[in-house]
């Protein structure tokens, strides 16, 4: 049987092709964090790829990486990002697909900041129909435009491990430097004032659309992104083991 996504369907037909094909390391299902920047998409997924063994993917880290490398790819992201605009789909599709076909996402994958607009939500779908995944679990990261804009200004990233630190609520011990790994802490060039004002608007016009998408595939569950760090991962944790143990 394949996995469906029809609503109400979707749980019942993935349960079963599941068992038809024996038991699977992993979920067996991407995990999506859908959220404001800031909203702490990134230290969650972190966490869940460790509890869970799940790769952890990021187009932002993508697109980052390709800057960095100078590729063709790379020149065409970088102006758009530095506005806070949205990258166009053609060019985050082919990159994503490579990434999930890769084998260490075989048994599911955490994605954090990817879909981001409707046609990227189709296209997941479709790749994981493709791959045998089964149903997407979709975490709703719901927080208030206020915070976001404090915790995106405070936000300091480690240059080696990716470790998110925040000057307010969540400092290293020694400032500018990780506690993990003693790497440099850098503040991103788009988490200034001006361009978080583009980015959560770009938000607003093509990505809150993919909370009904997902919420009519019954596919979507809201999380409270106000709370602390550690509360949200017992929330996602809740959920994600209860689709564990219902593999
Ligand atoms: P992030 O690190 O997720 O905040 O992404 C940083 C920037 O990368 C965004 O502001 C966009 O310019 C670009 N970007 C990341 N993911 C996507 C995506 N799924 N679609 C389009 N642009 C993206």
Redesign the pocket.
């Given at each position: 049987m394949r996995a469906s996504l029809r609503k109400g369907s979707c749980v019942a037909a993935v349960t079963a092709d599941r068992n038809a094909v024996g038991a699977l390391k992993g979920l067996g299902r991407a995990v999506i964090l859908l959220g404001p920047?800031g909203a702490g998409?990134?230290t969650q997924a972190q966490r869940i790829a460790k509890r869970y063994e799940l790769p952890h993917l990021?187009?932002?880290?993508?697109?980052?990486d390709h800057i960095q490398r100078g590729t063709e790819l790379g020149k065409k992201?970088k102006p758009?990002?530095?506005?806070?605009?949205?990258?166009?789909?053609e060019?985050?599709l082919g990159m994503?697909e490579d990434r999930i076909n890769q084998p260490d996402c075989a048994n599911g994958f955490v994605f954090?900041?990817?879909?981001?607009?409707l046609p990227?939500a189709d296209d997941l779908e479709r790749i994981c129909r493709n791959n045998r995944l089964g149903c997407t679990i979709v975490l709703h990261m719901v927080v208030d435009h206020a915070l976001l804009m404090r915790r995106l200004t405070g936000r300091r990233i480690c240059k080696a491990g990716g470790h998110i630190y925040n000057v307010y609520n969540r400092p290293p011990k020694v400032e500018g430097v990780c506690d993990f790994d003693g790497s440099e802490l850098i503040h991103?060039a788009?988490d200034s004032e001006g361009?978080i004002g583009?980015?959560l608007a770009?938000y607003d016009r093509?990505t809150v659309p993919l909370v009904e998408y997902y919420t009519d595939r019954g596919l979507l569950s809201p999380i409270d992104g106000m709370a602390e760090a550690d509360t949200v991962t017992e929330s996602i944790s809740r959920i994600l083991d209860g689709a564990k143990a219902a593999r």
């Open positions: 920047p998409k990134g990021s187009t932002g880290d993508m697109f980052r992201a758009l990002m530095e506005r806070g605009e949205l990258v166009p789909d060019i985050v994503v954090d900041g990817f879909p981001r607009t990227q991103r788009d361009v583009e980015r770009a093509q």
